[in-house]
């Protein structure tokens, strides 16, 4: 009898182990079976290798919550598909004083944000109000000539400028840019859970913003969206994206290795390279010897072959630049050389403090295996020039409070926009004035703070001269070294690839019904 | 007919010298002289190991809240991206309290904590508990788990490494240990999210469920990755024990009187072997906790090693403060309740106190 009960005890816990296991298979299994149908799914799960730390834009740099916003939000104005104009968004329409100084904002009739209440002029301006008075706004800066907002009538409202801002419509595009309710927009707490105006609404977040669900709004203006729900999953390992990927558990891995997109294709699966508005570049600080002497700087950039970069990292796939400018932006002028010329760098370094050898520390950040292999590239490159370059990894953190405090000498970095706007990347990359203090180079030039002046009230041609100077200036002054686009790898299902793009802004679209 | 095991089958009783008690249960048979003052003793040293909770707790979180200061980077910088203004940084900074002097912020933390109040994250701006708790419940999960896995393998493993007289299945059995404790947890976790979930179906690849069963689902893989890291230590832990117990006098009397070498092994050598494992367990709890770390990642578990790297990554000051006490305390309670449940069940060990 004892026998007997130790053997039911026995033969029901392998049962129960048998069931779990089985269910764990067969949820598996289930998911492990891509849809054969062209229709769009249901669901489409991104992975990302971030979490959400705030919905809040001005409370946030990074891509992840910017994509977010970007599908929940909705925006004056918008980028259209393939960035190269401002299209309408919740505002049907505008336009500019003939000095400049006033623009006209027309609201589309009946917009209403996500929860049914009427979104009207007011909405817009306190939305404003609140970015321009947020001192910790890292944006706030492209409020610098505003001088006030009034709301005409419920759908229009007036923005009144101390100086010409053209690149006004397209600035308000960006996703930090979206618009909320009025009585909210000021309560920290709302940003947990908040109300939105674009084709999707958050269903929930969770509390360290590792999985947050949108579905779609069915108060949006526009076509509502081919797949319904969006669920973006916090995953950091890049391995384990890959996996959950080809194990169709999720449809969309986002920042892959781009050699990861090889392996990817020959598993059935779409890889994409997304060429973003920015660059990847050697941050200098130009306050100190002997990256001082810009003949240094310059036989650095000349001893770095960027072909080679591009080759081993992105397999070709990416673009070398010698440019102010990435070459998804208009301005973008290849005017600085890329070659590969040890020759040509050994000329510049005579009469250099590195013109017997020299050691130039290099901060890398820990966690980004694109820039880690980067470095080696870079190092191996400079070496026989005669500089050595002294690979220093240090977290995002650290690396970003020494760049702050100008405690470094070069820094591996990227710089990028989220809408193509020239006058935003001179203010952070070349003006002194401009708050970071020329991406932190202490690179000054009086000449350069005019033109950029001059180049934020212009317009077309004229704005194009501007910028045409500042190019020539900063490819003879070379503040700091340029190297390839900023480039996004990710992997995505066959069946979420008609419908899921990640857009040179660095937001994900979904098409529309 | 089975019945429980003779005192006099008990090397422990012998070794020990309590010839006239069947200790092995770890109950007294009844009042004495010597027994009162073991439990005087018993008293005084589970007072010491108590008190030893909260000066090694506070002793964590001066440490931490020391470093946490000594190393660059703020959370108003990762928040705001490098590419923020120096006066965006400090307005962020002055909304965040970080203005406040240090000796004011320890005060402040160390008063809440006593209160079961760790702060809010910086980043998050929720309670830093809210983070903590249902990550805690997933690590725990996992470590259990992998706990569970490695004596389901390494105890059986052992013992046949113990009994067994051929030196090809020791050798086997010994290089088998060795070769996972050689292999890194990560090489392990991917192997297996390869082969088991991805070849053959037999767990979703990573993530985690919202349900009790549902996350078993999801835990077993990684728990089985991790415990590769304890089935070497139980393996070599029961052989040596199942070697020594196999050394003692009762075994030989036993064996004369016909027992079968499965009952010898189960009734006799097992709950010998088996006692050092509690020590050993709780003392790999630190190095469990910290291999969860590698396997969470791999694994996407939403665990405490999950919240730890982010709030480090994010230089979110309360919520590492608050995972790293909540960690040690966690530590140190699994290690009091081993060397308790050793004391409580092993006389040679109460004997030595």
């Known amino acids: 009898m004892k026998h007997r009960s130790k053997m039911v005890a026995v033969v029901s816990i392998l049962a129960l182990l048998a069931s779990i296991l089985t269910t764990a298979s067969g949820s598996a299994t289930a998911a492990s079976k891509p849809h054969s149908a062209s229709s769009p799914p249901k669901v489409v799960k991104i992975a990302w290798p971030e979490q959400v730390q705030s919905l809040d834009p001005d409370l946030t740099s990074e891509a992840l919550p910017y994509d977010i916003m970007a599908l929940m939000g909705g925006t004056l104005t918008t980028l259209s598909a393939n960035g190269k104009s401002v299209e309408p968004g919740l505002a049907s329409k505008w336009t500019a004083s003939s000095n400049g100084l006033t623009w006209t904002f027309t609201l589309r009739k009946g917009l209403r944000f996500s929860n049914g209440q009427p979104l009207t002029a007011t909405d817009v301006k306190a939305t404003f109000d609140h970015q321009r008075s947020d001192k910790a706004d890292p944006e706030i800066g492209d409020f610098s000539t505003w001088k006030q907002e009034t709301v005409k009538s419920p759908t229009e409202l007036l923005i009144e400028l101390s100086a010409p801002q053209p690149s006004l419509p397209l600035i308000l595009a960006a996703p930090y840019h979206i618009i909320f309710p009025a009585g909210s927009v000021a309560n920290k707490s709302f940003y947990k859970d908040p109300i939105s105006d674009g084709p999707f609404k958050l269903q929930s977040m969770s509390a360290g913003g590792t999985q947050e669900i949108l579905v779609a709004n069915a108060d949006y203006y526009g076509a509502q969206p081919a797949i319904p729900q969006v669920e973006f999953l916090y995953v950091p390992s890049d391995n384990t994206r890959v996996i959950e990927l080809r194990a169709n558990q999720i449809q969309v891995a986002g920042e892959l290795a781009p050699s990861d997109l090889k392996q990817l294709k020959s598993n059935g699966l779409v890889g994409q390279d997304a060429k973003q508005y920015g660059s990847y570049m050697i941050w200098m600080s130009d306050r100190k010897s002997p990256l001082s002497n810009v003949n240094v700087r310059k036989a650095i950039s000349d001893s770095i072959d960027r072909a080679q970069i591009n080759q081993i990292i992105w397999n070709g796939g990416n673009t070398p630049i010698g440019s102010l400018f990435p070459s998804t932006m208009p301005e973008y002028l290849n005017d600085i050389p890329t070659a590969y010329n040890v020759a040509a760098a050994k000329k510049l370094l005579k009469g250099t403090p590195c013109a017997n050898g020299c050691t130039i520390p290099m901060q890398v950040r820990t966690g980004y295996p694109i820039e880690d292999e980067m470095a080696t590239i870079i190092a191996q490159d400079v070496a026989p020039s005669g500089i050595t370059i002294q690979i220093d990894s240090v977290d995002n953190a650290v690396q970003g409070t020494n760049l702050g405090d100008a405690n470094f000498q070069m820094a591996l970095n990227w710089l990028g926009l989220e809408v193509p706007d020239p006058i935003s990347w001179l203010d952070l990359a070349v003006l002194s004035t401009g708050g970071i203090d020329s991406l932190f180079s202490g690179y000054k030039n009086a000449t350069v703070n005019a033109l950029v002046a001059k180049a934020t009230s212009a317009s077309g041609a004229t704005e194009a001269g501007y910028i045409a100077q500042i190019n020539a200036i900063f490819a003879k002054d070379l503040p700091y070294v340029p190297l390839v686009d900023y480039t996004t790898s990710l992997g995505l299902t066959k069946q979420v690839a008609p419908y899921v793009t990640l857009a040179d802004d660095d937001v994900f679209v979904i098409a529309s019904k | ?353």
């Open chain 2, 1 to 353: 007919m089975e019945g429980p095991r003779a005192p006099e089958a008990s090397g422990l009783v012998k070794r020990s010298g309590y010839s006239t008690e069947p200790e092995l249960g770890g109950v007294s048979t009844g009042p004495s002289a010597s027994g009162s003052k073991r439990d005087r003793s018993a008293v005084h040293w589970l007072l010491r190991r108590l008190l030893q909770v909260p000066i090694v707790t506070a002793c964590v979180l001066l440490i931490v809240f020391i470093l946490l200061r000594v190393v660059p980077g703020n959370p108003a910088v990762t928040l705001l991206g490098v590419h923020a203004t120096p006066s965006a940084v400090a307005a962020l900074r002055h909304e965040m309290n970080l203005n406040v002097p240090l000796p004011d912020q320890l005060w402040l933390f160390v008063r809440n904590a006593a209160t079961g109040n760790l702060g809010n994250s910086l980043v998050y701006n929720v309670p830093s508990t809210a983070l903590i708790i249902p990550a805690l419940g997933t690590t725990l999960m996992l470590t259990s788990g992998s706990v569970i896995i490695a004596l389901f393998i390494g105890v059986p493993l052992g013992l046949l490494a113990g009994f067994t007289r051929s030196v090809a299945i020791d050798t086997s059995i010994r290089g088998i240990a060795v070769t996972f404790l050689a292999i890194p947890a990560f090489l392990i976790g991917f192997v297996l999210l390869l082969v088991a979930a991805l070849k053959f179906h037999l767990a979703p690849a990573g993530g985690w469920g919202s349900t009790f069963l549902g996350d078993i689902q999801y835990v077993w893989l990684p728990a089985a990755a991790l415990a590769a890291y304890l089935v070497p230590v139980v393996i070599r832990a029961v052989r040596q024990s199942t070697k020594q117990t196999l050394e003692l006098e009762f075994i030989e009397a036993t064996i004369a009187r016909g027992v079968s070498t499965a009952r010898l092994a189960v009734r006799h050598v097992l709950p010998n072997s088996l006692l050092p494992l509690i020590a050993l367990i709780g003392m790999n709890v630190g190095g469990l906790l910290g291999g969860a770390v590698v396997i969470e990642a791999i694994f996407n578990l939403p665990g405490v090693g999950t919240v730890l790297v982010t709030a480090v990554n994010n230089r979110d000051f309360p919520v590492i403060q608050g995972t790293t006490v909540v960690v040690a305390v966690l530590v140190i309670l699994v290690n009091l309740g081993a060397d308790l449940l050793s004391f409580v069940i092993d006389p040679r060990i109460r004997d030595a106190e």
